[in-house]
């Protein structure tokens, strides 16, 4: 199940909304956490996400957990996926394209085309 449509139109996975729900309990500041986009090597920008409602706006809510990010970034974020993926060997939340967006190997990075 995908999330209500927000302020950047960001969509999240079930296994990303369960993991978000997860850590945000865990770091005491439950159904709350922020995504920001920081500069990255492999790619522009590079996602970065930290428990509790640091500033922003709401850019995507699912399963009791609200994602919030920078209103400077919400253009950068239009359309995009997150995900998560975990196995034996740990997990990470990747970025899932949309047209004309190219994400790093890495899949926490990402290019987007000026426009």
């Known amino acids: 199940m995908l999330s209500t449509l927000m302020a950047a139109n960001l969509r999240l996975t079930a296994t990303a909304a369960a993991e978000l729900g997860r850590q945000a309990a865990v770091a005491g500041t439950p159904g709350q956490m922020h995504l920001d986009l920081t500069p990255g090597e492999c790619a522009e920008h590079v996602v970065r ?65 000026m426009s």
């Open 49 to 113: 996400i930290r428990p509790g409602h640091l500033a922003g706006v709401a850019i995507a809510r699912a399963d009791g957990v609200t994602l919030h990010a920078p209103q400077s970034q919400l253009k950068l974020l239009q359309g995009l996926c997150l995900d998560y993926r975990g196995d034996l060997s740990g997990g990470g939340f990747l970025i899932r394209s949309a047209n004309g967006i190219q994400t790093c190997a890495c899949g926490s990075a990402f290019n987007r085309p």
